[in-house]
C-alpha cells in the first residue's frame, strides 16, 4: 500500500497508508481522540469520519468540542425533520437540506404545508430523537441511487450532476429512513439535544427564478435546551429590533413593489440620518486632504472590460442597450476614479492622490436573496481610491485606519479585525506582495487591534484588511475595509513620473469607513433599538405643549432659540401623557414639556428617553447643551444625570 502525508493544524505531518479514514487517522494521533472523532475538515471541506483519504491532504478533526460540531449536529437535525415530514405525510418529495448559520432548513415539494403543521412534524422529530436511531453512512451504486429516486427529479438531478462521474453515492440511514447525503453526521438521533422548527418560506429550486418553487422549512438544533432557549431568546429581541420593522415604524425608508425589488426609498427621517453620516465622513475625509469626485451611474462597456468587470462580474450587472451600444450601471466606483486619475500627468511629488465619493452602485442580486437593507439592488459606498508610491503604503494605511477607528469609536461598535494574504490565484510580482503584505502587518501590529489572519483569502488582485460589525445581538456584519490593489493600475495603465525620472506604477487602495450606507443603517438601526444618538435623530427635540395656549410659546422655542436642531412640535390636542408616550414611541431622545408655568417663567421642563426629568430649565442652558452633545456626537442623551 502506498503511503499519504497529513497534514495537522499545528503543521505536524503524519504518514498514514492510502485508503485511512478520517476515523483511522484521528485514532493514530491518539485513541482518545480517535473516539471522540465526529468528523474531519478535509483540505477545508467537512467530511464523513469514514471517509477514506487517497491524496495528502490538510486535515483537521471535528470532535464535540469544535465547532464545527454544530453544523454537523444542525445537518442530522435536518435528516430528522426530513424523516419526521416523510412520516406525517409520505408523499413529501424532498430536495436539500443544509445546515447553515443559524440552524437548518429543509426544500421539500409535493406537500402542502402550513405554519400549523409545524407543531406535529416537531413532535415527530422529537419522538426520532428519543429512539436515538444510530445513523449509518451506507454506499450504493449511482445506479441503484437513480432507482430510488425514480420520481424525485430534484435527487435525480443531484446524481446526474455532481455526482454524474462517480460509480457509488452514500446514503444515510436511521431506522427504516434514508438520504441522499454525503454526510457528516452525529452517531445516532439521540446525540441531538434541542431542536425547533422556526418558519416557512419559498424557495427556487437551486436559488434560481426560472426553476420550481419549493417550500422550505427553517429550523434548528443545539446541543442542550438551555443553548436553544438562548438562541430563542435572541431570535425574539433581533426581531424586536430587526431594521426593516423599525424603518417602517420609525418611517425611515421603503421598499415597496412598485419601485422594483431591492431598490430602497430613504423617507426624510432616513435621509436626516444618512446626511449626518454623510457629513461625518466627509470631515473626516477633508481632514486627510481628499479631493471629492463624482462619477454618473453608468458608463460604456468599454470601460467595464477595461476594468474586468465585465469578464468576472457581468452577471450582476445590469446593462443597457442605448443606440445600439451596450452601458452598464456601475458595480463599483474604482473603474471611474481610475479613470479620472488617468486624465492627469503625475509626478511622485503629487502623490498620493486621494478621491472619494459617495458613489451609488449596482449589483443585481438574486431576488431571493434580497432581504431589507442588507441585501439590495442599489446603494451607496463611501468609497474612497488612493493612488500611491509603493513605498509609501504603510503610511497612507495608517491614516485610513486613523479614519476608520474614528468611526467605530464614535459609534461605540464592536467589530473583528481579518487580514487576509495572497490567494494561490493572484496578480502582481511576488516582490510587491511581499512589501504590501508586511506593510499592512506592520499597520496592523502598531495599532495593537486583534487580528485575525486569513491565509490565502485576499482578494486576487492584493492583500485587505476587512472589519466585521459585532451588533448588540453578536451577529457580524461587513463594514469597513482597506484593499490593495496592483490589478486595475496594470489594466488602466496607470502611471506617474518618479524621482528617477522614470515612469512607474501606483498602487491603488480602495477603502470605505462605513462600507455601505446601507449596511451600515442597518447595523445601526439594530444596534441603537432605533434609539439614535442625538447627534443622528431624525427628530432631536420634540416640544409638547400642556394645552393648545402653550403652541405659541412653543413656536417660538422651537424658532428664536432651537433654529439650528431638528425639533418638531406635538400639537395634536392630546393628553400630556399621551404625547410623551408617543414621543417615547418614536424614540426621540428630548422631550420639552411646556405649560402656563414654564411660558411665565421662560423656562422649560425637559424629559429624555430614560423618563429622566428636569424642570424649570433656563432654555440657554439646554442649548448649550444640546451643542455639546451634538458636536462630540454623543452615544445617549445625557443632559439629565441621575
Ligand atoms: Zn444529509
Ligand atoms: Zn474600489
Given amino acids: 500500500m ?16 492510502a485508503g485511512s479514514s478520517v476515523e483511522d487517522v484521528a485514532y493514530e494521533i491518539g485513541p482518545g481522540l480517535g473516539s471522540d472523532t465526529i468528523a474531519g475538515i478535509v483540505d477545508g471541506e467537512l467530511t464523513a469520519k469514514s471517509e477514506p483519504l487517497f491524496e495528502d491532504c490538510e486535515l483537521i478533526i471535528v470532535t464535540e468540542q469544535s465547532e464545527e460540531y454544530l453544523r454537523v449536529l444542525r445537518h442530522s437535525a435536518a435528516h430528522v425533520f426530513a424523516q419526521a415530514l416523510q412520516r406525517l405525510h409520505p408523499e413529501a418529495k424532498l430536495a436539500i437540506g443544509p445546515p447553515t448559520d443559524e440552524g437548518f432548513y429543509y426544500d421539500v415539494t409535493g406537500v402542502d404545508l402550513e405554519a400549523d403543521d409545524l407543531e406535529a412534524i416537531e413532535s415527530e422529530m422529537e419522538a426520532i ?24 427529479e430534484y435527487k435525480r438531478e443531484i446524481l446526474e450532476t455532481e455526482a454524474a462521474g462517480e460509480e457509488t453515492v452514500t446514503f444515510y440511514t436511521q431506522d427504516d429512513w434514508q438520504d441522499l447525503c454525503r454526510g457528516p453526521h452525529v452517531d445516532s438521533t439521540g446525540e441531538i439535544g434541542a431542536v425547533k422548527l422556526l418558519n416557512i418560506a419559498a424557495a427556487y429550486w437551486r436559488g434560481d427564478e426560472d426553476n420550481d418553487t419549493l417550500t422550505r422549512v427553517y429550523g434548528t438544533a443545539f446541543e442542550s435546551e438551555a443553548d436553544l432557549e438562548r438562541f430563542l431568546e435572541q431570535r425574539e429581541e433581533a426581531r424586536k429590533r430587526d431594521h426593516r420593522k423599525l424603518g417602517r415604524e420609525l418611517d425611515l425608508f421603503s421598499i415597496p413593489d412598485v419601485t422594483g425589488p431591492g431598490l430602497p426609498l430613504y423617507h426624510p427621517n432616513g435621509k436626516a440620518i444618512l446626511r449626518e453620516l454623510e457629513m461625518f465622513v466627509d470631515a473626516l475625509n477633508d481632514a486627510q486632504d481628499y479631493d471629492f469626485v463624482e462619477t454618473p451611474h453608468l458608463f460604456r462597456t468599454e470601460l467595464w472590460k477595461q476594468s474586468g468587470h465585465y469578464d468576472n462580474y457581468v452577471d450582476d450587472m445590469f446593462l443597457l442597450d442605448v443606440n445600439d451600444e451596450e452601458y452598464g450601471l456601475k458595480p463599483m466606483n474604482c473603474p471611474g476614479h481610475a479613470t479620472i486619475f488617468n486624465q492627469g500627468n503625475w509626478s511622485y511629488r503629487d502623490l498620493p492622490v ?16 434580497l432581504s431589507g437593507l442588507s441585501r ?8 474612497g481610491h488612493l493612488f500611491v508610491k509603493p513605498e509609501s503604503i504603510e503610511r497612507e494605511v495608517n491614516v485610513v485606519m486613523d479614519q476608520i477607528n474614528e468611526v467605530l469609536d464614535t459609534f461605540d461598535l464592536d467589530y473583528d479585525v481579518a487580514f487576509a494574504t495572497r490567494p494561490e490565484k493572484s496578480v502582481g510580482s511576488d516582490e510587491i506582495w511581499e512589501q504590501a503584505e508586511s506593510q499592512l502587518r506592520d499597520v496592523l501590529e502598531a495599532s495593537g487591534m486583534d487580528y ?11 492583500p485587505k484588511i476587512d472589519f466585521a460589525f459585532r451588533d448588540a445581538l453578536g451577529r457580524n456584519w461587513d463594514g469597513p475595509t482597506v484593499q490593495l490593489d496592483f490589478n486595475m493600475p496594470e489594466r488602466f495603465d496607470l502611471s506617474y513620473t518618479g524621482e528617477d525620472n522614470e515612469e512607474h506604477q501606483p498602487v491603488m487602495i480602495h477603502r470605505a469607513l462605513y462600507g455601505s450606507y ?25 416640544i409638547l405643549p400642556v394645552s393648545d395656549d402653550n403652541i405659541g410659546y412653543a413656536k417660538q422655542l422651537k424658532n428664536r432659540y432651537l433654529g439650528e436642531f431638528r425639533v418638531e412640535i406635538e400639537d395634536r390636542s392630546w393628553t400630556v401623557g399621551k404625547k410623551i408616550q408617543t414621543a417615547h414611541d418614536d424614540r426621540v431622545p428630548y422631550m420639552l414639556v411646556v405649560g402656563d408655568n414654564e411660558e411665565e417663567a421662560g423656562t422649560v421642563s425637559v424629559r ?35
Fill in 354 to 369: 486621494r478621491y472619494a465619493e459617495n458613489g451609488k452602485v449596482y449589483r443585481k442580486e438574486q431576488r431571493g436573496e
Fill in 518 to 542: 446601507e449596511r451600515f443603517f442597518m447595523v445601526l438601526i439594530e444596534h441603537f433599538d432605533g434609539k439614535f444618538p442625538t447627534w443622528l435623530a431624525p427628530e432631536q427635540v420634540r
Fill in 452 to 462: 485575525d489572519v486569513e491565509a490565502g483569502d485576499g482578494a486576487f488582485y492584493g
Fill in 129 to 152: 430523537i428519543e429512539a436515538d436511531y444510530p445513523i449509518e453512512r451506507v454506499e450504493r451504486s449511482r445506479e441503484e441511487a437513480l432507482e430510488i429516486y425514480d420520481e424525485n
Fill in 608 to 642: 429624555d428617553r430614560f423618563e429622566r426629568e428636569a424642570k424649570d430649565i433656563d432654555v440657554g442652558t439646554f442649548k448649550t447643551h444640546l451643542e455639546g452633545e451634538v458636536e462630540e456626537k454623543r452615544i445617549e442623551p445625557d443632559f439629565v444625570d441621575e
Fill in 2 to 17: 502506498s503511503q499519504i502525508v497529513v497534514t495537522l493544524p499545528d503543521g505536524s505531518e503524519l504518514e498514514v497508508e
Fill in 376 to 383: 439590495v439592488w442599489a446603494f451607496t459606498i463611501d468609497d
